[in-house]
Nanobody, 127 residues
Framework: QVQLVESGGGLVQAGGSLRLSCAASGRTFSSYAMGWFRQAPGKERELVAAISRNSNNKYYPDSVKGRFTISRDNAKNTVDLQMNTLKPEDTAVYYC????????????????????WGQGTQVTVSS
């Protein structure tokens, strides 16, 4: 089992930056594909970044491509999301998620396939 704890959320002005971090428990972090999702009030949860076990494969939707960067450190059991040029529409609760991927080397872009979720961290971007 994996426990995920997000941190780094907060209030920032439009155009600013935030770095979210997700700390994972357990000794098999490197066997999990990881993702960051967000959910704004009244909207469906959406994927904002995904990364494969070895960081070789990453995915970003068009809405954040060029502004967000996902990275992971398997030695520290962490996955980060660097968010630059933030917009008010980026306001949401951001969640870290893990998908067991022992036999899979790619990223996972489908939310329901993830096995574990963090509790979320609020990101608010003011205009």
């Amino acid at each position: 089992q994996v426990q995920l704890v997000e941190s780094g959320g907060g209030l920032v002005q439009a155009g600013g930056s935030l770095r979210l971090s997700c700390a994972a428990s357990g000794r098999t972090f490197s066997s999990y594909a990881m993702g960051w999702f967000r959910q704004a009030p009244g909207k469906e949860r959406e994927l904002v970044a995904a990364i494969s076990r070895n960081s070789n494969n990453k995915y970003y939707p068009d809405s954040v491509k060029g502004r967000f960067t996902i990275s992971r450190d398997n030695a520290k059991n962490t996955v980060d999301l660097q968010m630059n040029t933030l917009k008010p529409e980026d306001t949401a609760v951001y969640y870290c998620a893990a998908k067991a991927a022992t036999d899979y080397t790619g990223y996972v872009s489908t939310g329901p396939l993830y096995d574990y979720w963090g509790q979320g961290t609020q990101v608010t971007v003011s205009s």
